[in-house]
């Protein structure tokens, strides 16, 4: 996991085909377009890939996230660019001549054939004998942990059992990469998060290099090993989720990924105005002046005492700090979100996420004065889209 | 890092590789669309030249030379146009002629004998002037010189050209052109009556509790199994001049406008009533509860929701009707009397006058209705499946004594009718000698006896119903399936999807006389199917194409489309997937194609009528053959064997279907 921020759009194209090494990235879309007609699906994307990585292509719909899978699987061609597998050009095989397995949103069982046929489908075409392919699928049942389906239809199963019975299919047949289509969004809530568990322990298991698409973001930081956010057409940020959702390369990502207090505002000197108060930011390359959005997310908000004086008493740095009032609060079970307003905010909504700890301690309530500070390492400023 | 400039760079796309199965594919699909072309672009084609062909004798082709008694001093050469000109033998209009025709030579000489020591020379002015010398034809610039007793053998041959001029004679004879006219009225009141009786019949099934559902349904159905025409000798037992309810009709004759209306209300009514019933069953409950909430009254629902949720369904049904009377040839060839249209016309045109290229016109006026009525149904169907929302609530009849009775008294009208045609058949067949002799007896069964066809044909029906069942369906749903499934190679599925829909539009009649033009011609290498049962099964599978592609369609849109890329991804090639999956899955759609390819190769007399030969005579052109010879008694008979079979085909097609569901299709239960 060698990477830093948009590091795949920055990767230099490759002169020539090296053969496969242990440096060389198992999977490596270069310079790829896709064109439906008039409208671009896909703009010159670059991405490298890793043996045995799991990586999450996340984005609205729309953004292009499922183009760039089927063009991987070979189901829609792209119109420009390269794809090469294990150091092989694999730009105009043909899906059957590819090497993946993978899961459709809607499974894509054989509603006639019973489970373990299912399973045993790709295996049986591979001609091997009947007592190796039943303990194959035996073993395959057992993985996915279904091990007394083997004789229902797919109808007779709840959809995570289907969702399972698809992945066991896919990698039957032990394929270099697995292609996973929203596996998840056709679940109920509950299932979807043990199953988030379970295929991120399977991948772990076999070590099967795993490109996943998702609009979740939830289901994208809980399971990937980095993330690859796009947005009309393009690529946004490639970076592990720690990077995406602390380091966000773009005001899109910050917007996408977790909740943001966006603040359209200027920065002056170096400091983004908010409200009246004049708020110091670390980000290097945020613009220096001009018209910017400065995004600071709700839990970053750090709850104080009304007062300076006092905040500062309790240990904070003494910087970025303002005078607010909480307009209301809601309660969201493990924490607060407040609402807040007063006259040094002068109008800007900000939303803060406040700690059960933190609202007992400092006795918060609706309509209570009291200072939060905005640190400066988690104000990030963006220049606004022209 | 938001966008970046959006144009593409230079280069070429992706073309990925075919595989196997892409090509495979691809390769099943053009085959079957080569059988398509060939059996329907291409025939129709032939018709559709032929209509513009046409022959008539050119005189100034020919020049004679008459010698003296003693055979050696010759005439100046002269025209058969300079004769004819001083003559005026052959008057202008007997010079059209059709592809037959024969004029004798001897018509520009008068004083001929064929005692006569005098000679005769004839020969081309130009290369082509066909001529006949006895059974011989000649064709040359050379002279050729006869005596008298074989001039009198010498006949001028017609020339082939282009020209509109067939359908200028069409237009112009009015007992052919009055034929459009009746066609369009009878076709009219046809479709008037039937779909009134049907949208009754079918609101009544859908919107009421009347009670014995089942059975009525059951006998509408029923005019499906038996041909067109068979009502026809039913209508003559009942109100012919012998018909035991006559005196009903106050002196009209059955004979008519009126027979053939009725007569088409009775073989239309189950095709109309399956496609209103189909409209009126996927109207949503909510509307009505809506319509109520709002105090309503029921008529007003009726008018602002019902007859609206329904027109599709209504206009659908509408043309289908009308195609299918417009068409049809049997039943007013058995009871149209003096009264002409269309489609008889053309069964005159070249079984009656020999007059091919009369009949290709009068199939080209036919055409033009039918295809206009299949681009209206096609548009109209289209707008149908959008109407179909997933959320909507399936209407429930609530009991209503006598809504109820009104229901079942108008359905039980409907199926009196029914059983009383078909009824009157099957007293037909066995009555001994109608109406003198009203003993019950099978001679009328003792088909051998007859001309016709005799049991032969009987059984060459069966085997051609099962042949277009067995290919028909296999052709079909691999043809859809293809289509369906391929990746790319647009404009060819859309040529495919074309061919596909267009023997819907070509009445039966006209393909038949089209397979005449194009199978029959010597020159055609697929000339050796003609006359054989080979082209009664080409025919009957084209003909009855499309409504069995529409159904594999429908069934394999229903399947998932990611099997494929599934079977791919695990490096299974189709035809694996295939066996294994899609046509187990599409199992029910499959069976419904073949009972309907089945049923009607039984029925069809449009389809086969100008290409069955002696040794492939079938039964229901034996009907109308038997009918045509005044053995009508065996004509119902045979009718009614043609309806047993078609009853058990259905019985043995309920009993494998439900079988086959519970054997391979397990997994639709839970």
Known sequence: MST??????????PKAQKPAGSSEPYLRITGLWKAFGEFLALKDISLDVNQGEFICFLGPSGCGKTTLLRAIAGLDPQTRGTISQG???????????RDYGIVFQSYALFPN?????????????AGRPRAEINARVKELLDLVGLPDQAKKYPAQLSGGQQQRVALARAIAVSPGLLLLDEPLSALDAKVRVFLRHEIKELQRKLGVTTIMVTHDQEEALSMADRIVVMNHGVIEQVGTPTQVYRHPASLFVADFIGETNKIDTKVAAGKAKIGKAAITFKAEDAPKSGEVIAVIRPEDVIPHSAGPKRAKARGSRGANLIDVKIDSMEFLGSYWRAHLG??????????????????????????????VELPAERVLVFAKAG | MSDIGATLPQGRPARIRLDNDALVKRGLMIVIAAYLFAALALPLYAMLSKSFTTYSFDLTRYEFQVSDESGTNWSEPVTAKALNDKLSAVP???????????????????????????????RGTVENAPYLVGLDPFNSIEWKEVDSNTFRRVMLRPVQSRSLANYKTYFSTPSLFLSIENSFFIASVSTAITILLAFGFAYAINRSCMPFKPALRLIAMMPILVPSLLPGIALVYMFGNQGYMKELLLGESIYGPLGIVIGSVFFT????????STALSISDQRHYEAAESLRASKWRTFWTVTIPGARYGLISAAFVVFTLVITDFGLPKVIGGQYNVLAVDIYKQVIGQQNFEMGAVVSVVLLIPAIIAFIVDRIVQKKQVALLSARSVPYEARPNRRFDMACLGWCAVVAIFILGIIGTCQFAALIKFWPYDLSLSLK?????????????????????????????TAIIFTGAYMVEKIDGFRTARGLFQFLAMLPMAVPGLVLGLAYIFFFNNPANPLNFIYGTMTILVVSAVTHFYTVGHLTALTALKQIDKEF??????????????FARVTVPVCLPAILDISIYMFVNAMTTVSAVVFLYSTHTALASVAVLNMDDAGDIAPAAAMGMMIFYTNAAARIVHAILSRGVLSRTQAWRFR
């Open chain 2, 444 to 472: 009328n069964y003792d088909f051998d006896r007859m001309d016709g066809g005799g049991w032969e044909a009987y059984r060459n029906s069966i085997q051609l119903a099962l042949l277009t069942a067995a290919i028909g």
């Open chain 2, 269 to 276: 009514f189950p095709h109309a009533l399956i496609i209103i």
């Open chain 1, 113 to 125: 054939l019973t489970i373990e046929r299912n399973i045993a489908f790709g295996l049986e075409n």
């Open chain 1, 4 to 13: 830093s921020t948009a590091r795949g759009r920055r990767t230099a194209k």
């Open chain 1, 342 to 371: 007063g006259t040094s905010l002068a109008g800007v909504p900000m939303v803060a996420n406040f700690s059960m700890n933190a609202v007992r301690r400092l006795g918060l309530e609706e309509g209570i004065d009291m200072t």
């Open chain 1, 87 to 97: 150091g092989k050009d694999i730009s105009e095989l043909p899906a059957s001549g």
């Open chain 2, 92 to 122: 202008p209009a007997d010079l059209d002629t059709i592809s037959d025709g024969r004029l004798p030579a001897t018509s520009f000489f008068p004083d001929f004998s064929f005692r006569s020591p005098v000679k005769y020379r004839i």
């Open chain 2, 564 to 577: 494929e890329p599934v079977a791919a991804s695990l490096r299974t090639p189709f035809h694996r997937l």
